[in-house]
């Protein structure tokens, strides 16, 4: 099993719906999670970082941690062309390594 | 402020030569990473700075791979003898310390001939 995976095919909604991304890892002593943003062609951007159970909400992004079920989640809100990206999910490994699922693509109708 | 800055942005280079990628991290972080992305896939960690030692470089794929950090601030990735298999994204991150977010470079494209 890989530390991380995402294993969702690319996602197209509409403009203005909502877009959801799922996350699991695998080591149960991860305490936080990031997500970055990455357009095609560029280098990965940090969009949200969760260390707590629950929801953090910045702005259209909410990110949803569940340590229990070991996953955690980015919904996009209101979604936009400029949203368009592939989604990486990211935890902490051994020395503050960062591992990485294979990314999420999302593309936006508008 | 500055953020994380490679270059070369893009390398080409012919199988079994020898190539440096530089890192300059953004000012006052003191951990420094690097990492490779192949195209379809996240980035794949290789070594991992804190300061000027490298504190983990599990992730080098072979003895070619070796990365410096002489003064704590700016790192290079050398790659000895370089493969067809090296070619990829190489991508720099820093961090203001241990378990603080990271955030990355441009990358360099190296392509492998």
């Known amino acids: 099993q890989k530390e991380v995976e995402q294993n969702s095919g690319p996602l197209s909604v509409p403009e203005g719906a909502i877009a959801s991304l799922n996350c699991t890892y695998s080591d149960r002593g991860s305490q936080s999670f990031f997500w970055y943003r990455q357009y095609s062609g560029k280098s990965p951007e940090l969009i949200m970082f969760i260390y707590s159970n629950g929801d953090k909400e910045d702005g259209r992004f909410t990110a949803q941690l569940n340590k229990a079920s070991q996953y955690v989640s980015l919904l996009i809100r209101d979604s936009q062309p400029s949203d368009s990206a592939t989604y990486l999910c990211?935890?902490?490994?051994?020395?503050?390594?960062?591992?990485f699922g294979k990314g999420n693509q999302v593309v936006v109708i508008p | 402020g500055a953020g994380v800055s490679q270059t070369p942005s893009n390398k080409v280079t012919e199988k079994g030569k020898y190539v440096e990628l530089r890192c300059d991290p953004i000012s006052g972080h003191t951990a420094l990473y690097w990492y490779r992305q192949s195209l379809g896939q996240g980035p794949e960690f290789l070594i991992y700075f804190q300061g000027t030692g490298a504190a983990d470089d599990s992730g080098l794929p072979n003895d070619r791979f070796f990365a410096v950090r002489p003064e704590g601030s700016v790192s290079t990735l050398k790659i000895q003898r370089t493969e067809r298999g090296d070619s990829a994204v190489y991508l720099c991150?820093?961090?203001?310390?241990?378990?603080?977010?990271?955030?990355f470079g441009p990358g360099t494209r190296l392509t492998v001939l």
């Open positions: 991150a820093s961090s203001l310390s241990v378990a603080n977010e990271q955030f």
């Open positions: 990211a935890a902490p490994y051994g020395n503050n390594r960062l591992a």
